[in-house]
Each structure stands twice: as structure tokens, then as C-alpha cells.
């Protein structure tokens, strides 16, 4: 049987074991990593996650089944099994479960690599790292500075998925992503350390990672280090005028607005990994910030590491605009959360393998841009900070408390930048460091990562990013310097 005919057997038998919904899900999942560590090669990594699921609702109550084997009976016990859990469970269920309209779709979303990753000689990609590692160290030694600790890994992930549903849907998809991370650490006699990590990600080929042109980059970022570690003096501790850099306003993005934005996070359901959310239903439609700041999430990017354009659930996927104008206007949905809001779903339902249950999730979480140039938002500041990225973050269960300790920072002194900085810090709240914005730049860029929720927990590959933003009036602090 071909994975089309398997997936429309599974949902036509739980029909007629009496589901008034059912979905079937093929995924398969491979990926390859390299890593280097302190200039020798790991064991590379290599692994296929394949199988099918099934998730039904029985009698107002959601069962979920899945295996990893495609024979008519493997399929026939996976549905049974699915079955069983949603009529247990439906004994207890005071509010029935129900799924959203949504429009009937066939459709696929393929992306062809012009370079396919598993085409390039292993050799190669060790030999990249080889040479990215051998630059980064030559770099920082001229200042007298090590790098003790350095890893760095390269690799590839390849998620094909095909979902039919009982309304008459089918989607298929198959996206290839690439991916280069490292992390450095820097030491100088008398100086201590510092530290520097970054992940680099996006949906294509080969031709991505050529196109990061890693020597530079990361050799550039470990000059910094060594500049940090050499020239950086305190930075103030007053309350003054702040330019955060892209990098960090994504982090802020991704952490204060999209995960208590989630649906399910606000009714309660899910606390894991993410933590929970300082947003209920009554705050939608509230100020949260300036009406400069405008928080969008949105798969459709095209080359993103969170590219898709239909999601588990077979709905199309859409910019979702988490605060418009510093209001709260929208969560993240899935088609069951949106009848218990009363809306409709937004797209934002996947899984991160075969065995596991579609939850809302983020995709491309970023603030929008606005009209002033890096040098337009320091100009304006007599006396202040530039923060370009950060070292460290946290934040609370309910995403309202946070905390960012800058790596790259400067003094700015009459509109232009002066000093460079160690370790400074801000600690807002989330309303806070929102209502702070007074002007949004205009270029936006896009950082990796891979975010976590659920239990077991689910990791996705996600962007997240924004323009610099300036905020006005905040509280400075230093970290100590380790």
C-alpha cells in the first residue's frame, strides 16, 4: 500500500468504529550532525524517526495511537488503541472536544534543494569546521586571549509529512533545513571570560550554508570576544536611554509575546518546558506597549527555519499578529482552542515527530519594523547604551519577568557610540520593557533556534527576530564579570 492508501484506511476505519473525527499522520524525520570540539572530531550523528499516527474524537474525547510500522494490522491496532483512550477518557470529559471549521484542502508544500545536504562529502563539513575553528583561534591569540572551549556542529534535517483528515484533507510536505552552531569561549589572564553562542538555521539546501560564509562569521564574533575581554570597562548603573540590537529583541519577541500568547498556555494546558503566561482571556484587546511595538508570528518566511505552509491539522498557515499597536490582539490556535474561543484556527498545530501529539506552536516569531536607521535610534540618545547581543536571558513561569545580559554592548555619548561595555543588564517587566519603545528600526534580521514545550518535550526549529528597538527611561545593571 502506498502511504496515501494506509493513511485513508486508518482514518476510514476509526470512522467506522464511531470517531466523529479522525486524522492520520505520516512523518519521517532524518537528520545528520558534525561536531567539532576543541578542534577534534566527534563521532558524527545520524538518525531516521519514521512512523504514522492517529488521533480521534470519540464521544466529545480526543485518543491519540501512533507506531512506527505501516501493515494493515500495525494501522488497525494503532486506531483501536487511539479509539480506547478517547472512550476512557470521554466518561470524564464535562466540556466535549470540538474541532473549528476549516476549509477542505489538498495541497503540498515541497522544497527543492539546489545543493541536496547529503550530497556533500562528509569530509567536507569536517573540514569546514576545521577551518571555521582554526580561524576563530588564530583571530583571538593576537590579543594574548584563548579560546579553551570551542564547539562547533553542522548538519541537516529532512521532514517529509503527509496528514489526511475525515473532513476530506490532505496535505503533504517535505522541507529540508540546514543548520551550523557554535559556542566559544574566551579567556584572558586577569580578565576572566566570556562567552558566545549562536545557532544558524534555514529551510533549503547545501547552497544556505555556503551562503553564511562561517569563516568570517564566527571569526568575527571571536574578535569580539577578545575585544570585550581586552578594552570592555563597566557600564553604568543608572537609569537612562537603551538601543536593544535585533538579536535581542528577538529572544524578547519569542519569550515575553509568543509563548504566553499560545492558546493552550492560556486555558491552562500546558506549562511545560515553556513555563505558563501572564495572559488570560480578558487581556486581549489590552495595551501591553507602545504603539510602535507590533509582534508578529509567521511561517510563510520564505527560506525560515519555521517554514511551513499548511500546518498538522491541515489549515493554511497565515501571519498571525500577536500585538498590534501594543495591544494584545490574537493568540496562537490550534482548531480545538479556537472553538473555545469562539474563533477560528490561525495554523499553529504541529508535532516534532511521528509519535507525538500536534500542539500550538511558534514558527517565526518577530517584531515588525518601523522607519528609523541603527545610527537614526542612536542619534537621538545623549547619554545611554547600545546592546547588540546578549550573553545570557531568563525568564519567570508567567513571562513577565526578564532579564538580558548584554555581550556586545557600547557607551553612547551625544549620539554616537563610545566605549565598549561589560556585561550590562536590564530587568523589566514584560508590559515594561514594551511600553519603553519609542522608535522601531527598519531592518529586520532573523536569528535560529529551536523551541521547546510539552512533556515529553517537543523541540521545533523556529526563527526569531525584529529590527533594534530604543527604550526610553529603563534601570541598568552589570552581571559580574566571571
Known amino acids: 500500500m502506498v502511504m496515501e492508501d494506509v493513511l485513508n484506511y486508518a482514518v476510514n476505519y476509526a470512522m467506522k468504529l464511531g470517531a466523529t473525527y479522525a486524522e492520520a499522520r505520516y512523518q519521517s524525520d532524518t537528520f545528520e550532525e558534525f561536531t567539532l570540539r576543541n578542534g577534534v572530531p566527534e563521532a558524527p550523528a545520524f538518525g531516521t524517526s519514521r512512523g504514522l499516527s492517529v488521533r480521534v474524537i470519540v ?43 476549516v476549509k477542505t484542502v489538498r495541497a503540498e508544500c515541497v522544497i527543492k534543494p539546489r545543493i541536496k545536504p547529503e550530497y556533500v562529502d562528509p569530509d567536507s563539513k569536517v573540514e569546514l569546521l576545521k577551518d571555521v575553528d582554526e580561524r576563530s583561534v588564530a583571530i583571538t591569540s593576537r590579543d594574548d586571549v584563548k579560546l579553551p572551549s570551542r564547539v562547533l556542529s553542522v548538519g541537516y534535517l529532512m521532514t517529509e509529512k503527509q496528514i489526511i483528515t475525515s473532513e476530506g484533507s490532505s496535505v503533504y510536505s517535505r522541507i529540508p533545513r540546514v543548520m551550523f552552531s557554535y559556542m566559544l569561549t574566551a579567556a584572558k589572564a586577569g580578565k576572566g571570560t566570556a562567552q558566545r553562542f549562536e545557532n544558524m538555521g534555514e529551510s533549503g539546501g547545501w547552497e544556505r550554508v555556503e551562503r553564511w560564509l562561517l569563516e568570517d562569521k564566527v571569526s568575527e564574533e571571536a574578535s569580539k570576544l577578545a575585544n570585550i575581554l581586552t578594552e570592555a570597562t563597566e557600564p553604568p548603573t543608572d537609569t537612562l536611554d537603551v538601543v536593544l540590537g535585533p538579536e535581542l529583541v528577538g529572544i524578547i519577541c519569542h519569550e515575553s509575546a509568543g509563548h504566553p500568547l499560545e492558546a493552550d498556555r492560556v486555558l491552562g494546558r500546558e506549562a511545560a518546558q515553556g513555563g505558563e503566561t501572564y495572559v488570560s482571556r480578558e487581556l486581549i484587546g489590552e495595551r501591553i506597549g507602545s504603539e510602535h511595538v507590533t509582534i508578529v508570528d509567521d511561517p510563510r518566511l520564505p527560506n525560515s527555519f519555521g517554514y511551513y505552509l499548511y500546518d498538522d491539522e491541515c489549515v493554511e498557515a497565515r501571519e498571525r499578529v500577536l500585538i498590534e499597536n501594543g495591544r494584545i490582539n490574537e493568540l496562537l490556535h490550534n482548531r480545538e482552542t479556537a472553538t473555545e474561543f469562539g474563533t477560528v484556527s490561525n495554523g499553529s498545530s504541529r508535532a516534532s515527530l511521528y509519535g507525538v501529539e500536534p500542539i500550538v506552536r511558534m514558527a517565526n516569531t518577530y517584531m515588525k519594523p518601523g522607519d528609523y536607521s541603527l545610527e537614526e535610534l542612536i542619534e537621538g540618545i545623549r547619554y545611554g547604551v547600545y546592546i547588540s547581543s546578549y550573553m545570557e536571558w531568563n525568564i519567570d513561569d508567567r513571562r513577565w519577568n526578564q532579564r538580558y545580559v548584554g555581550l556586545e554592548a557600547y557607551l553612547i555619548k551625544n549620539g554616537k557610540l563610545d566605549a565598549m561595555l561589560r556585561n550590562p543588564t536590564i530587568e523589566l517587566t514584560t508590559k515594561g520593557l514594551y511600553s519603553s519603545v519609542d522608535a522601531v528600526g527598519k531592518e529586520v534580521k532573523f536569528y535560529a533556534g529551536y523551541c521547546g514545550k510539552s512533556e515529553p518535550m517537543q523541540s521545533m526549529p523556529v526563527w526569531f527576530g525584529g529590527p533594534a528597538i530604543r527604550l526610553r527611561n529603563v534601570r541598568l545593571g552589570r552581571s559580574p564579570v566571571s
Open 59 to 101: 464521544s466529545g474525547s480526543m485518543g491519540f495511537a501512533s507506531t512506527n510500522l505501516t501493515r494493515k494490522t500495525d494501522v488497525r491496532d494503532a486506531v483501536n488503541r487511539a479509539i480506547t483512550l478517547a472512550k476512557a477518557s470521554s466518561k470524564a470529559v464535562k466540556n466535549p472536544i470540538r474541532m473549528a471549521d
